[in-house]
Each structure stands twice: as C-alpha cells, then as structure tokens.
C-alpha cells in the first residue's frame, strides 16, 4: 500500500521568496517519487522525479526536491518565487513495479504568489 | 507531435445522457491511462491500456463507464446515463511501458446538470 500526504492545502508567498511545498509519503517498497503542476483548466505537467540514485533532483523552473528516506519526505522547493508559479502541485508516489496505472497522487497544494 | 490530445476540453450534459470523450496519445506511446480528477482532489487511475488492450480497471469505474482502445492508438472513454457524481476533469495520459514518465493532456472538464 502507499499514499501521499501533502501538508497544507493552500501556500502563499511573496514574490522572490523561497517556496517550500511539503509531501511526505508511505510506501511498503522503495518509492518512485512525482512532483507536478497544474495551471486551471489544464492537464499536469511534470516537474520532476526521483526513481534511483542522486536524493536531489532537479527539475524545470528552477524548482528541486529531495528525497530523505529516512524522514520519508519529498519536498518541493524553489529558492525565488516567480508570479508564474501561481498554480496547484501535486505530489505523486509509484513503486518500480507499478507503473503509472499505481500511481497515487496526493490532494494538492494551491500555490499563490503575492507581488 | 504536439503531445497528449484530449477532445472535447469542456462538456455540459444533463444528467442520464451518455457522453463519449476522446484522446489522442503521443503517437510513439503504446501504454494509456484515463484518469478523474475531482474538485480539490488529485488525479484517481481510472483504467489503461497497453495498446488495443485493456489491462487493468479500477473499481472507480462503474458499469456505466467503458473505455475502449480499438486500434491501438486513440481512446474513448464514454460514460452512460450520467449522474452528478460524475462531473469531474477526465485526464489521459500516455508513455513507454516502464516508463518512468508518462505525458498528460489538458482534460476534458465534464459537467453533469
């Protein structure tokens, strides 16, 4: 079984300030871990993955997470806040045997941005 | 390839009429996921295919749901007798079998009044 929790539903940060997105998971088997952003009325975009290897991932729009096993957390930051990074994010969890049709996304964290 | 294709992208029907809504993959991929997505929830699997064949469904998917992948590589997705229950955003998403990303469309976004 696996699940994702993603603490706090809505984040507000000023313009130029760093983002903090939490996700913590549960996972019986080690973890392919998923961040990903959805502007209104569109399909997900992925930001970017942990399967193996390197705990800190980078990925598009200058954002990166890090995989701590131990604490069983992938968060999600960015160090300066753009406008356009106003949108919701999800954090999703899969094994290496799932596949996508395992998939388990978490409810998603509103991110909005203040100038 | 413009990526993941979803049509229509916004559908109102009123409730207990059957709609059908299509996706388009990137054409290389042979895996396809249909996926809802309710207001304040993430996405929820819904069924996939790997090619013309279906493989897996969730229980999500009730008798009024069926998909179908006639040829291999668009999808249906068609829901009869429609409830309120239903309204939701519909996500496709395509990939390589294995692999580890899997490309989404923009949805349909169902509305059942």
């Known amino acids: 079984a696996q699940s994702v929790t993603q603490l706090g539903s809505h984040v507000s940060v000023s313009e130029g300030a760093l983002v903090l997105l939490r996700c913590n998971y549960s996972s019986s088997v080690p973890p392919y871990l998923f961040w990903y952003v959805q502007y209104p009325n569109q399909g997900l975009q992925l930001l970017l993955k942990y399967t193996t290897g390197a705990t800190l991932v980078k990925g598009i729009n200058g954002f990166e997470a890090e995989f701590k096993k131990s604490e069983t957390s992938f968060h999600l930051t960015k160090p300066s806040a753009h406008m356009s990074d106003a949108a919701e994010y999800f954090c999703a969890v899969t094994s290496p045997s799932g596949g996508y049709q395992k998939v388990t996304f978490g409810t998603g964290t509103k991110l909005q941005v203040i100038p | 390839d413009t990526g993941v294709s979803q049509d229509p992208r916004h559908k109102i029907t009123k409730r207990g009429q059957n709609v059908t809504f299509r996706c388009d993959p990137i054409s290389e991929h042979n895996r396809l996921y249909w996926y809802r997505q309710t207001l304040g929830q993430g996405p929820e699997f819904l069924t996939y295919?790997?090619?013309?064949?279906?493989?897996?469904k969730s229980r999500l998917l009730s008798d009024r749901f069926s998909a179908e992948r006639p040829k291999g590589s668009f999808s249906t997705l068609e829901i009869q007798r429609t409830e309120q229950g239903d309204s939701a955003m519909y996500l496709c998403?395509?990939?390589?079998?294995?692999?580890?990303?899997?490309?989404f469309g923009q949805g349909t976004r169902l509305t059942v009044v």
């Open positions: 295919f790997q090619n013309e064949a279906q493989l897996e």
């Open positions: 998403a395509s990939s390589y079998p294995g692999d580890t990303e899997a490309f």
